[in-house]
């Protein structure tokens, strides 16, 4: 079993920046793809960022340019750097570990920008 704990969350104004993290403990080694989503109020979760077993990284649309994905060597710490953070960024961003036994969670962390 693998677990996810983000942290990271703030408050911050339109513009500015955030670096969120996710600790990974456990099965880690059974870790393959590990992505970031989030889910703003009465929306339905979305991806946002993908990171792969080769390094390579995936940007939904909506915040390429903007958000860079990362990990460390260990492949047990993850993270979402945020740039340019925009009002419409505000939602919960969860980190999720795509494993040979399935997917695992982590319980979240609140993002707010300000206008």
């Known amino acids: 079993q693998v677990q996810m704990v983000e942290s990271g969350g703030d408050l911050v104004q339109a513009g500015g920046s955030l670096r969120l993290s996710c600790a990974a403990s456990?099965?880690?080694?059974?870790?393959?793809?590990v992505a970031w989503y989030r889910q703003a109020p009465d929306k339905q979760r979305e991806f946002v960022a993908g990171i792969y077993p080769s390094g390579s990284a995936k940007y939904d649309d909506s915040v390429a340019g903007r958000f860079r994905i990362s990990r460390n060597k260990a492949y047990n710490m993850f993270y979402l750097q945020m740039n340019n953070l925009k009002p419409e960024d505000t939602a919960v961003y969860y980190c999720?570990?795509?494993?040979?036994?399935?997917?695992?969670w982590g319980q979240g962390t609140q993002v707010t920008v300000s206008s």
């Open positions: 999720k570990a795509a494993t040979n036994r399935g997917d695992y």
């Open positions: 456990g099965s880690i080694v059974g870790i393959s793809a």
